[in-house]
């Protein structure tokens, strides 16, 4: 069976703080993708990051990086000098065929 | 470039009353469809989902049903609505082809249901 967790529920930072968002993926398949998805207080779903299950180099975009770890199952994702505009609930879904499963979502707050 | 269009943008419909979501999308063939639900506060929750014209595969047994009836249009229906149906409902389209699941999702704007 496959699983997907998201470790925090809610994360609270002040603004300009780095903050990392842990997800972990237990599942017995060799080749798999896994996604990061940001949802803003408008609800809509913004495609952020596809990383693949060989790849575990490090990802940095901007203020935004990814460390995936084969051997812990873990897909963290780093905001680095936080911003107001970062809140919103954050999710990574792990995918390996038709189907993409999210996990249950980390809300972000940054306050100013 | 690929557009997809969801409406209605909030609905509020009594219990009871019949649904109709419709979902579409521009500037791709034969793409995967979804529909997914999100409880107030909650996850994403796979309802459906569509490889083909006709082909639907449901994902969690319950009071709605869906169709597609067209290569780029994804419908999600109910006879009869109830409490337990409110959410916010995502539509999302991938490529297809990609068995091993390495495309990713894009959705559209949502459809916020209230039921009463």
């Known amino acids: ?112 | 470039s690929q557009t997809i269009h969801q409406w209605p943008a909030t609905l509020v419909q009594p219990v009871g009353s019949p649904l109709s979501l419709e979902c579409t999308v521009e500037g791709t063939s034969n793409p995967n469809l979804y529909w997914y639900r999100q409880a107030a506060g909650r996850g994403l929750q796979l309802l459906f989902y569509s490889v083909g014209i006709g082909q639907i595969s449901s994902e969690v047994p319950q009071n709605l049903s869906a169709s597609r009836p067209q290569d780029r249009q994804f419908i999600l229906s109910s006879k009869k609505l109830l409490l337990s149906d409110s959410g916010f409902y995502l539509c999302a389209w991938r490529l297809s082809g990609t068995g091993l699941g390495n495309s990713p999702l894009h959705f559209g704007n949502g459809t916020r249901l209230t039921v009463t």
């Open chain 1, 1 to 112: 069976a496959q699983k997907v967790t998201q470790v925090q529920t809610e994360i609270s930072v002040v603004e300009k703080e780095d903050v990392t968002l842990d997800c972990v993926y237990e599942t017995r398949d060799t080749t798999y993708y896994l996604f990061w998805y940001k949802q803003p207080p408008s609800g809509e779903l913004v495609f952020l990051i596809r990383r693949n299950s060989f790849d575990e180099q490090n990802e940095i975009s901007g203020r935004y990086s990814w460390n995936f770890q084969k051997s812990t199952s873990s897909f963290n994702f780093t905001i680095t000098a936080s911003q107001v505009v970062d809140s919103a609930v954050y999710f990574c879904a792990p995918s390996n065929t038709d189907k993409l499963i999210f996990g249950t979502g980390t809300r972000l707050q940054v306050f100013p």
